[in-house]
């Protein structure tokens, strides 16, 4: 159980670590193109920036199964525009200090993206999907990877964190490494629909009261779970692995935790059916050693301190650069 949750990292930070991402067109301030949505120094971002980006967020929300429709999505236009302000500050700021990468690395990534995909076919509807070429496509990986050396150049490498400071917050923090009590169970499952009439309760009460006879009676409990249990974990023999007591439904939890090891439940109804709960571990409440913590933490501590240094180079870049926004 994961006790310790990195804390997330700004969304510049983890724009610009990152392999691929969204690079304004460079343009010059001269040229003035209609659909300016901001100009940085002599770099204008255009709309079409904003909505390739946008697309992209809306494209990877949905493969996550966070599908955002375009009116919401809408009101983040100010907060991704700021993003492509920043990727294009720093992006001014590595070509500014010839900070650059070997065309062997892009190749790299750029097999590295493409081997994420089944086959040939299914990479190239991704780029059509997302309105790129391959050569748009490895030009905003050479741009990612630019961006990624200058951060690590300017501020990943200037940022420590030490032994001292790890365990210091391990013994300011004693509530994050805390494991709490745990048991390992396995059960069956009669399901009982939620529009289900007294009729069909009544019957799925007698299929689970006829299990826990036969398994008083002597015969297995994974055998029957397998056979009769509607949970997928049926498959497995009932088992549901360790659990604490949040993460159940509270009566399944109060019936688990109330077993010793080797113990069977009586009939349990939960909103989902009934159940037998039988129990085959358990584990007392424990703080997690700091051994075995103490990666974890200097990570956590490294990425906090990672992110404010980003948006204070960020910042200072700001302060030195003529930024003006339009309109959107």
Known sequence: MTVIKLKTITAVAVAVMAILFLVPTITTAAEAPAGQIARVNDTTVLRQDLDREMKLVSLKLARQGRPVDAEHLKRYEGEIRETLINRTLLLQQSQSMGVGVKD????????????????????????????????????????????????????????????????????????????????????????????????????????????????????????????????????????????????????????????????????????????????TESQAEQTMAFNDVKEAISTRLRQEREGKRIDAYLEKLKEHADIKRFPL
């Open 104 to 279: 062997s690395l892009v190749a790299k990534a750029l097999d590295e993206f493409k081997a994420g995909f089944q086959d040939e076919k299914a990479y190239q509807n991704a780029l059509t999907e997302m309105e790129f070429t391959e050569e748009m496509l490895k030009g905003q990986i050479r741009n990612g990877l630019t961006i990624k050396a200058l951060i690590g150049k300017e501020v990943i490498q200037k940022v420590s964190v030490s032994d001292q400071q790890v365990r210091a917050f391990y013994d300011d923090n004693p509530n994050l490494f805390r494991k709490p009590e745990q048991v390992k169970a396995s059960h069956i499952l009669v399901q009982v629909p939620a529009n289900a009439d007294e009729a069909k309760k009544a019957e799925a009460l007698v299929t689970i009261q006829a299990l826990k006879t036969r398994i008083d009676n002597g015969e297995n409990f994974a055998t029957l779970a397998m056979e009769y249990s509607d949970c997928p974990s049926k498959a497995k023999g009932g088992d549901l692995g360790f659990f604490g007591r949040e993460q159940m439904v509270p009566p399944f939890s109060e019936a688990a935790f109330a077993l010793q090891p080797g113990q069977i439940s009586g009939v349990v109804q939960t909103r989902f059916g009934y159940h037998l709960i039988r129990v």
